[in-house]
Structures are given as structure tokens and as C-alpha cells.
């Protein structure tokens, strides 16, 4: 594999992923809304030899998505790895009086973006003989809880969708997974509720939470398995949890 991809490049898990990908020798197309951020990741990754082409676009931009290939100079078309990192949680208010523009946001961003991803880039991965797909899931799509319903929906559908192209792609060498971490220390929880940085602390407080790293070292490890080996399914925890409702907060005993 020489390309991947990335989507959600700019912070957090996503551009962990570019770095690991890029220290494992692809060349790195990444994605964001807004591309400021992704200047300095580019030098470091130009650094380890390998190109960087950072590329702005709205994920929940229908159009935008749609007219993405059209955008790709003719040396950058060629994706082998793509990565479906980019998705959000907004809220965590009970569905019943949840807010329709926040759920648009979240499945057009989870659940859509991806579907419009998988149907432009893996019909070439199929011609070429060669291709992955490694979309980033949650334990929330494994276990449902309350205040999460979108979210939670979301990353279901996103397991469900990789499963069945997983089905799909049976007869051909172009690789699926979906990686799904448990609690990971990025902006999530800030962007979940709303910019309330005191409030997403408490998410972490008193455990050891995965870092983008622990993650996108998985996301790299997946990625770098011979051809003949796909890794279908990969969840990844923090040690001190077991399950969506399961946290350990504070020492372990004895320690
Ligand atoms: C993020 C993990 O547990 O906050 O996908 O839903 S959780």
C-alpha cells in the first residue's frame, strides 16, 4: 500500500493516524474542515520522506463530498488505505427531546460521509487488486446508552455497514475493518458538550483513558498485516474499562 487517506486529520485520533501511517512509509491525503491545522503536520511528514496533501472539506457538505474526486490531482487518485476516522457526538440529551440539526450533523458525518467515501474509492481498490478500508467505530455502537442514542446509532451503523462490505468485497483482496475504542483523551467529550471543558474533564476524571496514539498505533498495526490477513474487528480499551458501563475510577487495589 503506497496512500491513505484520513479523514478528521486535524486533531486528536485522525492525525495520530497520519503520523503512524506516514513512520510506516504511505504517502498521506488528509482531510479536515479547515486546513490551518494540518500545516505543521505536514511538515513532519514531509520530514519522514513521505507527501502530504492536505485537503479541506466538510463532511456534512453533500456536494462538496460528492464532487471530492474531481478535486484529487491525477498522482493523488490512487487511494489504497482509506481511513474513516472523522465523527462526532453532540449532546447527550434524552432522544425524546433531542435536536434535529445535531442529529443531522452527527449521521451525515458518522454514518454518510462514509458510505459516500466507501462508493468513490473502493471500485479502484477492486481494479487494482489491492485496498483497505479501516473505519473508526465505538464501544457505543457495541452498547447503547442512555443520552447517546444518535451517537450510539451512529457508530452501530457504522459496524453494521463494515461488516456487510466486508460481505460485499469477499471475492476481492480489498480489506475491511472497523476499529472501536472505549474512552480515548481527545476533544470529544469538549465537542460533545458543547465546548464545556470542565464538564468533559469529568469523562476522564480519575481513570487512565487510550490516547490517540494507543489508537492509531492499532489503526497502524491493522493497516501493516500481510495481504492475506484482515483484521475485521478490533475493540480497544482503556485497562480500567470493561464495557461501556463499566469504569474503574481511581488506583487499582494494591497499587
Ligand atoms: C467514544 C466512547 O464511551 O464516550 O466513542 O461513547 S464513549
Not at 11 to 26: K, N
Not at 47 to 75: I, K, Q, V, Y
Not at 184 to 213: K, N
Amino acid at each position: 500500500m503506497t496512500m491513505a487517506l484520513v479523514t478528521g486529520a486535524s486533531a486528536g485520533i485522525g492525525r495520530e493516524i497520519c503520523r503512524v501511517l506516514a513512520e510506516q512509509g504511505l504517502d498521506i491525503v488528509a482531510v479536515a474542515r479547515r486546513t490551518e491545522r494540518l500545516e505543521s503536520l505536514g511538515g513532519e511528514i514531509r520530514a519522514l520522506g513521505r507527501r502530504f496533501l492536505p485537503l479541506a472539506l466538510d463532511l456534512t457538505d453533500r456536494a462538496a463530498l460528492a464532487a471530492l474526486p474531481d478535486r484529487l490531482p491525477a498522482e493523488w487518485a490512487e487511494v489504497d488505505l482509506l481511513v474513516n476516522n472523522a465523527g462526532l457526538a453532540l449532546g447527550v440529551d434524552p432522544l425524546q427531546a433531542g435536536n434535529p440539526a445535531e442529529w443531522d450533523q452527527v449521521l451525515d458525518t458518522n454514518v454518510r460521509a462514509l458510505l459516500t467515501l466507501i462508493r468513490h474509492f473502493v471500485p479502484g481498490m477492486v481494479a487494482r487488486g489491492r485496498g483497505q478500508v479501516i473505519s473508526l467505530g465505538s464501544v457505543a455502537g457495541r452498547q447503547p446508552y442512555p443520552g447517546g442514542a444518535v451517537y450510539c446509532a451512529s457508530k452501530a451503523a457504522e459496524l453494521a455497514l463494515s461488516r456487510a462490505l466486508a460481505m460485499d468485497l469477499v471475492n476481492t483482496p480489498v480489506r475491511v475493518c472497523s476499529v472501536d475504542p472505549g474512552l480515548v483523551q481527545t476533544e470529544f467529550s469538549v465537542v460533545r458538550f458543547h465546548g464545556d471543558a470542565d464538564r468533559a474533564a469529568q469523562v476522564y476524571q480519575d481513570i487512565q483513558p487510550l490516547t490517540p496514539r494507543d489508537v492509531a498505533e492499532a489503526v497502524g498495526w491493522v493497516a501493516s498485516r500481510p495481504a492475506h490477513v484482515q483484521v475485521s474487528e478490533l475493540v480497544l480499551l482503556p485497562t480500567c474499562q470493561a464495557s461501556a458501563y463499566h469504569v474503574h475510577r481511581g488506583p487499582f487495589p494494591g497499587a
